[in-house]
């Protein structure tokens, strides 16, 4: 089932972009607003988890369903709405050619669908989405089901990054199509650096770092050499905010000006941290966000103080 198939609610970033915001009309500040950011619903990952058997476990995935159910519901209920809901990466937890990995995503775009056709869905590739070592065939296949892997949109005047990071991970097996986001991202810098925006913010699945930028590499942050690299890149651009998950618990830190947020999962925790979605306030001056859990969100929505920001023009 494609993505169409499942209802019209993806608004599939092609070309690079995405047509569900205007770059002409979307240019320009307009005052603050507000988006969703999730990351990892990892259809499968739960189950996996619970039997020690995170490689190649994950049959069932009743809990992510629901769990991602509960979440498109609470989105749906916000008021004033959301401009858009962002996926950072690991929709599902099988591999390209795993089993399941069909199932998984045909599932997933059926919750999908009932998120209100006027918040747009941003999604980011992420490991498992593509490969831990992409090819040109995942990468199609990825396309093909959700939309490029990487690409940028307008929103009240800020410049929104979405990268496939994989191919900041091991791109041993698709060099060229490495060698075209960076050059994509090039200009996308370019752009950003000589301040016609806003803001600017990226959007991708494994984190520049956890906590510091001097950390040791890890499994869940870029390794050194490539994340002083990137950091450096997008701090000289101007790029305030970088927002990730992979991680499956909160984290996150400052480097200079650029602010790195992890966000728990939508699904399977590894941590101390609830199933949740971030709130992300942007005014003109400051990006600011905030975790709940899909319970707080459900319930009690977004906090005034939140809320009086969108208020400022």
């Given at each position: ?9 993806f ?11 205007s ?14 950011q ?8 739960m189950?996996a ?17 629901r769990?991602?159910e ?12 959301p ?10 937890h ?9 199932e ?5 775009q ?23 070592a ?20 307008w ?24 060698q075209?986001?960076d050059?994509?991202?090039e ?15 990226v ?6 770092f956890?906590e510091?930028i ?8 870029l ?11 997008f ?12 991680y499956?618990?909160n ?5 200079k000006k ?5 966000s ?15 709130v992300v ?18 319930e009690?929505g977004i906090e ?10």
């Amino acid at each position: 089932m494609s993505a169409e198939e499942a209802g019209g609610v993806f608004h599939k970033a092609q070309g690079r972009t995405l047509d569900a915001f205007s770059a002409e009309k979307e240019r320009e500040w307009k005052g603050p607003f507000y988006f969703i950011q999730g990351a990892d619903p990892q259809f499968g990952l739960m189950k996996a988890w619970s039997t020690g058997d995170s490689d190649s476990g994950g049959d069932e995935w009743e809990q992510e369903i629901r769990l991602t159910e509960q979440a498109v519901q609470a989105i749906n209920k916000l008021n004033p709405k959301p401009r858009f809901f962002v996926l950072c990466g690991d929709l599902i937890h099988a591999m390209p050619g795993a089993p399941w990995r069909k199932e998984q995503t045909e599932d997933l775009q059926r919750v999908l669908r009932h998120v209100d056709s006027e918040i747009p869905l941003v999604l980011v590739s992420g490991n498992h989405d593509v490969g831990n070592a992409p090819t040109p065939e995942t990468i199609a296949e990825f396309q093909q089901t959700w939309g490029d892997d990487y690409f940028s949109f307008w929103v009240g005047g800020v410049l929104f990054l979405v990268l496939n990071s994989q191919f900041l991970c091991d791109a041993s097996r698709c060099p060229a199509l490495k060698q075209a986001q960076d050059r994509w991202l090039e200009q996308q810098l370019s752009t950003a650096g000589q301040r016609k925006c806003q803001h600017a913010v990226v959007f991708q699945h494994i984190p520049l770092f956890l906590e510091s930028i001097d950390e040791d590499d890890d499994y869940f942050n870029l390794s050194k050499t490539v994340r002083k690299e990137m950091a450096d890149k997008f701090l000289k651009a101007g790029i305030r905010a970088v927002f990730s998950g992979h991680y499956h618990r909160n984290a996150g830190g400052t480097y200079k000006k650029l602010d790195m947020v992890v966000s728990s999962a939508l699904g399977c925790q590894m941590g101390k941290d609830t199933h949740g979605l971030r709130v992300v306030v942007v005014t003109a001056e400051k990006i600011i966000h905030r975790y709940y859990s899909l319970d707080e969100l459900s319930e009690r929505g977004i906090e005034d103080d939140l809320m009086d920001l969108m208020k400022k023009k």
